[in-house]
């Protein structure tokens, strides 16, 4: 497996990517790492946000707690009961990925490296919104 990360200590004679296509390639994977090994196993079993100590730990319990209110609104809103199939958990899937993103890239520093930095930058579009607007834009935008 290829260490994307955009390191400046990098070898040169290792380097067969430019430092922006390192980092568009690491904020890829890390996009992707998220939404399916944080985000979805929650969003299809979202007790283990309230019964799983492992998990509360991770993400602190006020987190664990507003990301559970969070997927039962998700349900009630889109009247889905049981998202495991493919078409009914990917919109949830990236309103959680967008709406928790600050959270999750603390939880995952503090657990894991502080080399995962921070959210990927969202399209210059997203500049325009305010913070208290943020949910309800992602809303309409997905």
């Given amino acids: 497996m290829k260490d994307v990360r955009p390191l400046d200590h990098q070898?040169?004679?290792?380097q067969d990517l430019t430092p922006s296509d390192a980092q568009q390639a690491w904020f890829y994977s890390i996009k992707d790492y998220i939404l399916k090994n944080i985000i979805l196993p929650a969003l299809l079993n979202p007790n283990i946000l309230i019964h799983n100590q492992q998990v509360i730990n991770f993400f602190t319990p006020n987190v664990?707690?507003?990301l559970y209110n969070r997927i039962n609104?998700?349900?009630n809103e889109t009247s889905i009961i049981d998202f495991k199939p493919i078409h009914s958990y990917k919109t949830p899937a990236f309103r959680l990925y967008f709406e928790f993103k600050d959270k999750r890239f603390n939880s995952l520093r503090h657990h894991v490296d502080?080399?995962?930095?921070?959210p990927p930058p969202l399209p210059a579009c997203f500049n325009a919104i305010n913070n208290k607007d943020f949910n309800r834009f992602i809303y309409y935008f997905l």
């Fill in 73 to 75: 609104e998700i349900k």
């Fill in 114 to 118: 502080e080399d995962i930095g921070y």
């Fill in 64 to 66: 664990a707690k507003d």
């Fill in 11 to 14: 070898l040169t004679h290792y």
